[in-house]
């Protein structure tokens, strides 16, 4: 069975800032894939990043990244120069390749950026 | 582009009732999820189907039933409504099987049992 564990329920930042949001997950799958995704104040969830488990490199898209760290099984979200709509609720989640398309969710943690 | 439309957006129902939640994708998408979110909570699964007429259960189905006729279209329903079944119900949708590909989600549609 997989897991998915966010133990950020909150985080605050200064607007410009960089911040880390953390996620470790369990699978006895050797191939999987970690995605993180965005629901916003209205409810709207939306895509933001992808980590493949045989890929080293750490994803890089616009001003997010990932910072795999695969024999920690973690996987943090790194936002640079952060900005107020940037606030949001994120949620960590894995598929593994013996679980076909099903998606494990974490908790999700919500981050607050002030002006 | 596409979009996911999720009706109702608000649906109120009776303890016991029989409730359906439809949704619509126009991606051509071959792989549709139905999810639970209950207040403050992360998205928990209760069934998908990686094409038409085929039917997975994830690990909230007990109380609920889906349909999926056709390849843009996804239902949920609520066999038997329950006071602590108020929460928001997700439909998503990825390409293929869904193993690697991003999920699309819908707007939701909220559910409270009177």
């Known amino acids: 069975a997989q897991k998915v564990t966010q133990t950020q329920t909150s985080i605050s930042v200064m607007e410009k800032t960089t911040v880390t949001m953390d996620c470790v997950y369990e699978?006895?799958?050797?191939?999987?894939?970690l995605f993180w995704y965005k629901q916003t104040a209205s409810g709207e969830i939306v895509f933001l990043i992808r980590?493949?488990?045989?890929?080293?490199e750490n994803a890089t898209v616009g001003h997010y990244s990932l910072n795999f760290q695969k024999p920690k099984s973690s996987i943090g979200l790194i936002i640079t120069a952060t900005q107020i709509e940037d606030s949001a609720v994120y949620f960590c989640?894995?598929?593994?390749?013996?679980?076909?398309?099903?998606?494990?969710f974490g908790g999700g943690t919500r981050l607050t950026v002030r002006p | 582009g596409g979009i996911i439309t999720q009706t109702p957006k608000f649906l109120i129902g009776q303890e016991g009732q029989k409730l359906t939640l439809k949704c619509q994708q126009n991606?051509?998408?071959?792989?549709m999820y139905w999810y639970r979110q209950d207040s403050g909570k992360g998205l928990r699964l209760i069934y998908y189907?990686?094409?038409?007429?085929?039917?997975q259960k994830g690990d909230l189905s007990e109380g609920y039933d889906a349909s999926r006729e056709k390849k843009s279209s996804f239902s949920l329903t609520v066999t038997s409504a329950q006071k602590n079944e108020m929460a928001v119900f997700l439909c998503?949708?990825?390409?293929?099987?869904?193993?690697?590909?991003?999920?699309?989600f819908g707007p939701g549609t909220r559910l409270t049992v009177l």
């Open positions: 991606f051509n998408h071959d792989t």
């Open positions: 989640a894995m598929r593994a390749n013996n679980a076909g398309a099903k998606l494990t």
């Open positions: 998503a949708s990825s390409i293929g099987g869904g193993r690697y590909a991003e999920q699309f």
């Open positions: 699978t006895q799958d050797s191939s999987y894939f």
């Open positions: 980590q493949d488990s045989y890929k080293k």
């Open positions: 189907s990686i094409t038409e007429n085929d039917l």
